[in-house]
T-cell receptor
Framework: KQEVTQIPAALSVPEGENLVLNCSFT??????LQWFRQDPGKGLTSLLL?????REQTSGRLNASLDKSSGRSTLYIAASQPGDSATYLC?????????FGTGTSLTVIP | EADIYQTPRYLVIGTGKKITLECSQT?????MYWYQQDPGMELHLIHY???????EKGDLSSESTVSRIRTEHFPLTLESARPSHTSQYLC??????????????FGPGTRLTVL
């Protein structure tokens, strides 16, 4: 069974810093990987989706990379802002199902 | 505007009550999912559907049932709610048109508390 791990579980940074969130998965047979943002008590908002054949995807200040062979993905956030404070989740798609990590709780301090 | 909706957003009920959590999407997606999420924990898939009249159980054992009579509607029912059902329930959908771009979209969630 696919297992997804996110490190660190929590991260606190001052405003303006660049940061990297990590996601690892145990089975490299994936179709794609999706990064989400979740605000407290809310649903998930899709940030980026990387297909298994891609190495990275960019959207604004966000850049996600994928190394399928090593089972790793990173989400890079440039010039962090207080509004970026949320929990960030990664999910891998094995075809029939998505498997989620427990997330990284990010706090950006003004 | 294409979107995915869940009602109610919050629900507090007594043990033994029957409840239905509603989920509707306007994107014409074939695949729909129900997840359960406890605070600080990962999402667990409890049910999914690949289209009308198709329903499957996910990895997490659940006492709930689902139906898919219309493409846009995927309700989840608990026949007799118990305190152990207290959780957040998230509905999601995605396309299955054969393209490689199959992003999953989520509703806002229903936070259920069973007393």
């Amino acid at each position: 069974k696919q297992e997804v791990t996110q490190i660190p579980a929590a991260l606190s940074v001052p405003e303006g810093e660049n940061l990297v969130l990590n996601c690892s998965f145990t089975d490299s047979a994936i179709y794609n990987l999706q990064w989400f943002r979740q605000d407290p008590g809310k649903g998930l908002t899709s940030l980026l989706l990387i297909q298994s054949s891609q190495r990275e995807q960019t959207s604004g200040r966000l850049n996600a990379s994928l190394d399928k062979s090593s089972g790793r993905s990173t989400l890079y956030i440039a010039a962090s802002q207080p509004g970026d404070s949320a929990t960030y989740l990664c999910a891998v798609n094995t075809g029939n199902q998505f498997y989620f990590g427990t997330g990284t709780s990010l706090t950006v301090i003004p | 505007e294409a979107d995915i909706y869940q009602t109610p957003r919050y629900l507090v009920i007594g043990t033994g009550k029957k409840i239905t959590l509603e989920c509707s999407q306007t994107m014409g997606h074939d695949k729909m999912y129900w997840y359960q999420q406890d605070p600080g924990m990962e999402l667990h898939l409890i049910h999914y559907s690949y289209g009308v009249n198709s329903t499957e159980k996910g990895d997490l054992s659940s006492e709930s049932t689902v139906s898919r009579i219309r493409t846009e509607h995927f309700p989840l029912t608990l026949e007799s709610a118990r305190p152990s059902h207290t959780s957040q329930y998230l509905c999601a959908s995605r396309t299955s048109d054969g393209s490689s771009y199959n992003e999953q979209f989520f509703g806002p969630g229903t936070r259920l508390t069973v007393l």
